[in-house]
């Protein structure tokens, strides 16, 4: 079996200060994780994955992450947060469940950028 | 050209009625998916489907089933509805292995009132 936590269900930041959104995953095999944006009344973008390459990944809009292992963990971060950042985020995880590879979500972070 | 599309964006509708959601994906993938989220925010498999098997959430009641006409379609068909059923749908597809990505239509928004 395979599930994400999302440990936070909302962070709240301000302008121009850096982004701690926090995901740990469980999964039987070597997974794939990704996260994904979705910005309000909108659909899901990813913004990174990471599939066994490099242990940190960049993604799109000056969003990173780091896999560790050790700590089963995949935590997503920006240096500096804009207001166009506040959207909810999803920690996703993919792995060979059962012969099937379903993606699993988090249930959700909430980012709030305060000017 | 859009990847994954999804019709209709908004759909209301009477509680006992029938309706489908239409989903097409151009992007030459295997699997499709139907995920539902509620007003949480929360997103749940509804249904994974290839070509050699579908994978039902045994949460999901039977008034709810995948039609796939061919590859590139995986329609939703939903039966007698009810208010619980009102949230977003969204249709996804993507290569069978792990290590890609799964890309989302638009979402559906359904009410039922």
């Known amino acids: 079996a395979q599930s994400v936590t999302q440990l936070d269900s909302h962070v709240s930041v301000s302008e121009g200060t850096p982004v701690l959104l926090r995901c740990n995953y469980s999964?039987?095999?070597?997974?794939?994780l990704f996260w994904y944006v979705q910005h309000p009344n909108k659909g899901l973008q990813l913004l990174l994955k990471?599939?066994?390459?490099?242990?940190l990944v960049k993604g799109i809009n000056g969003f990173e992450a780091e896999f560790k292992k050790s700590e089963t963990s995949f935590h997503l971060t920006k240096p500096s947060a804009h207001m166009s950042d506040a959207a909810e985020y999803f920690c996703?995880?993919?792995?060979?469940?059962?012969?099937?590879?379903?993606?699993?979500f988090g249930r959700g972070t909430s980012l709030i950028v305060h000017p | 050209d859009t990847a994954v599309s999804q019709t209709p964006k908004y759909l209301v509708t009477q509680m006992g009625n029938d309706k489908s959601i239409k989903c097409e994906q151009n992007?030459?993938?295997?699997?499709m998916y139907w995920y539902k989220q509620d007003s949480k925010k929360f997103l749940k498999i509804m249904f994974s489907?290839?070509?050699?098997?579908?994978?039902i959430n045994e949460t999901v009641p039977n008034r709810f089933s995948p039609k796939s006409p061919d590859k590139a379609h995986l329609n939703l068909h939903i039966n007698s509805l009810e208010l619980g059923d009102s949230a977003v749908y969204f249709c996804?597809?993507?290569?069978?292995?792990?290590?890609?990505?799964?890309?989302f239509g638009q979402g559906t928004r359904l009410t039922v009132v």
């Open positions: 996804a597809s993507s290569l069978r292995g792990s290590g890609t990505e799964a890309f």
């Open positions: 999964s039987s095999y070597s997974p794939s």
């Open positions: 990471y599939t066994s390459a490099a242990t």
């Open positions: 996703v995880v993919r792995g060979e469940a059962g012969g099937s590879y379903i993606p699993t």
């Open positions: 992007l030459g993938h295997d699997t």
């Open positions: 489907y290839n070509n050699k098997e579908l994978i």
